[in-house]
């Protein structure tokens, strides 16, 4: 079975960006994958320190949640501009993957949703969380999505369904990418060794 990392929300009631993401969520479930949801308050970490030592629980659980994922989604609000420092924090997080192997989020599709109420800025978001996710290795999934601020959601037993049926269809094309990348990597064995780590890691 694959899985899945599902992280985003903000600390708001009501969060979009988190209901987008449950959404999401929910339909990885339907198809097969095993999904671990963090969102919102679960997301608050200390800001990360690469001095930083010994891990707090809730930083080693979030990273032992990307370790294990063979596919990501992130869902982050946009706030001026950019994804909310929430979301870049749990980003910068995965530093400490540096000298896994394979590192950082390396060979894993990660699918980015931000939630706007203007489109521009969410686009801008978009691509400073695609540019991040690339900057760590991953494949960032072909399909992005902006959802509108004012989007609704259908919530049934704590997962959410699209209702407006274009930012419906994007997120599922979105997830089912995340998917299909992610079985491709479950079921793939590579007998390339992994190059050593260099020192700082790149
Ligand atoms: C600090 C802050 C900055 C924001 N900046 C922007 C922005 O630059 N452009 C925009 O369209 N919306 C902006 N918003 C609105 C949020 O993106 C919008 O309310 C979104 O729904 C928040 O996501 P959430 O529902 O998951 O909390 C901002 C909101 C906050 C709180």
């Known amino acids: ?14 969060s979009v960006s988190a209901q987008a993401l449950r959404a ?15 969102a919102g308050r679960d997301l608050v970490l200390p800001l990360y320190d690469p001095d930083g030592g ?8 979030l990273l032992a949640t990307l370790r294990a ?35 950082y989020l390396d060979g894993r599709a990660v699918g980015c949703i931000t939630v706007a109420w203007n489109e521009v800025a969410g686009a801008s978001a978009l691509a400073g969380m695609r540019a991040s996710v690339q900057a760590l290795r991953a494949w960032a999934a072909p399909m992005g999505v902006v959802v509108g601020a004012d989007a609704t959601f259908d919530l049934r037993d704590g997962e959410g369904y699209g209702t407006d049926p274009r930012t419906a269809r994007r997120l599922d094309i979105l997830t089912d990418q995340v998917l299909d990348f992610a079985r491709m990597r479950a079921g793939h064995t590579t007998s390339v060794p992994a190059p050593p780590p260099l020192e700082p890691a790149i």
């Open 1 to 14: 079975m694959i899985r899945i990392a599902a992280l985003g929300g903000s600390l708001r009631a009501g």
């Open 24 to 38: 999401c969520a929910a339909r990885a479930r339907g198809a097969g994958a095993q999904v671990t949801v963090v």
């Open 54 to 61: 010994i891990r707090t629980a809730e930083e080693s659980r």
């Open 69 to 103: 994922a063979d596919g990501v989604l992130l869902a982050s609000p946009t706030y001026h501009g950019g994804m909310s420092g929430l979301m870049k924090n749990v980003l910068d997080h995965a530093e400490d993957l540096a000298h896994d192997t394979p590192a």
